[in-house]
């Protein structure tokens, strides 16, 4: 299969292009596209069948279940059997946004989505090309991230392309996703609402919405079993072994540590902020930035670790951060990318 990569201008978006790619979906087969969180790989998610073609392109286990994507109310009605009152607040406050909710599922969705569960998770994407994408297909689009299952997920079409080129026939290119890291997801199929995934909408945003949201036991404590299937696999790991430091003396330490690697002859990549940086000239940098904007840390964060794969790097040295707000999102696929090979100084 030859993958063809379509740029589009999320301020004019080409009709053409768009009416391509709603056939494709219609016709049962992928499209890739961006959203405001990170790229997804799309397909019918009322098609039993093109849903198992996502599976299969991504290397995905079938007991993880995907993600509806919808553009309007309409659609959310026919996915699933009810909808308590935490979730419409929830819906009022951040759709279309970057949250996905996990709702009683109706008997329109297909068992491959769900991974034969009887919840479904739906979330309404904020980015104009996608929005306006679903719309054109006309039915909800069933998208995990475009990435080969385990890999850091795709920020850009050209990390799509790394992963996905010949299993999947188009690409819409839609420049850098604004957030980085994907959705946050809520469970609101039980009585109180549970954070299973963190993401751009933190704990403490959410719970100015809903008092009573909580977070997953496993978001709390390493030794707890994740309640969403996805969680518990081996998630966003670069090609690179990953060492993460936090704390005031984590520079120090990095500058350390990545003196001690290279005279190993490693390759040494390095990730912390702007104001350490320039200590590290001797080695493969990329910045998050200033410590005082975590939002363009989540932004990069995906992009730095490909990057680092890009140009071979043996080993990344990265400085995490703090677990509160945006923070917990981001060591929550920090974590996971360093195999938990964390370090508090
Ligand atoms: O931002 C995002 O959410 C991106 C973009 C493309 O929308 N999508 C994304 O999909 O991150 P994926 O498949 O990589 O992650 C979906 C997560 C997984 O951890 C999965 O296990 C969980 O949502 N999930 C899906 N359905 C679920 C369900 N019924 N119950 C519990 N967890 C569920
Ligand atoms: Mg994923």
């Known amino acids: 299969m030859i993958t063809k ?43 039993d ?4 073609k996502i599976f299969k392109a991504k290397g995905r286990p079938s007991d993880n279940p995907l993600i509806l994507h ?12 009810s909808i308590n009152d935490d979730a419409k607040k929830l819906i009022k406050a951040c759709w279309p946004g970057p949250l996905t ?35 054109k297909a006309n ?19 050209k990390d799509v392309f790394h992963d996905l080129n010949g299993k999947v026939p188009m690409i819409l290119d839609g420049g850098s996703c604004k957030i980085g890291i994907e959705s946050t997801v809520v469970d609101c199929s039980e009585d109180h609402p549970v954070i299973l995934r963190p993401g751009y909408y933190t704990y ?4 100015e919405i809903i008092p009573s949201v909580t977070l997953d036991d496993s978001l709390v404590s390493d ?16 090609d690179a072994k990953m060492e993460v430091y936090i704390g005031d003396e984590a520079a120090r330490k990095i500058l350390d540590k990545a003196i001690e690697y290279k005279k190993q002859d490693l390759k040494v ?34 992009t730095a670790l490909r990057e680092m794969d890009n140009v071979g790097v043996d080993i990344i040295l990265a400085e995490g951060v703090s677990d509160i707000d945006l923070g917990k999102s981001i060591m929550n696929r920090m974590k996971k990318s360093a195999s938990n090979n964390i370090f508090y100084l």
């Open 5 to 47: 990569i379509f740029s589009l201008d999320k301020d004019n978006i080409d009709e053409e292009i768009l009416n391509n790619a709603a056939n494709i979906i219609n016709e049962g087969n992928l499209v890739a596209f961006p959203t405001e969180t990170v790229y997804g790989l799309g397909a019918d998610g009322l098609n």
């Open 70 to 81: 919808i553009s309007n109310h309409d659609m959310l009605y026919n996915l699933v059997d």
């Open 139 to 157: 039915t909800a689009i069933a998208a995990p991230s475009a990435n080969t299952s385990g890999k850091p997920s795709p920020t850009r079409a």
């Open 269 to 302: 990549g390095v990730l912390t902020f702007e104001d350490a940086i320039a200590d590290f000239d001797d080695f493969k940098t990329i910045s998050f930035g200033s410590r005082e904007n975590l939002s363009y840390m989540s932004h990069v964060l995906f």
């Open 49 to 52: 069948s093109a849903c198992r």
């Open 204 to 207: 403490e945003y959410l719970k």
């Open 223 to 238: 030794e707890k079993i994740p309640k969403s299937p996805g969680q518990k696999y081996t998630h966003y790991s670069p």
């Open 101 to 135: 909710l996990i709702m009683k599922k109706s008997s329109v969705v297909p068992a491959t989505v769900t991974a034969g569960l009887d919840t479904v998770a739906i979330r309404m994407p904020s980015d104009k090309i996608a929005l306006n994408f679903i719309k």
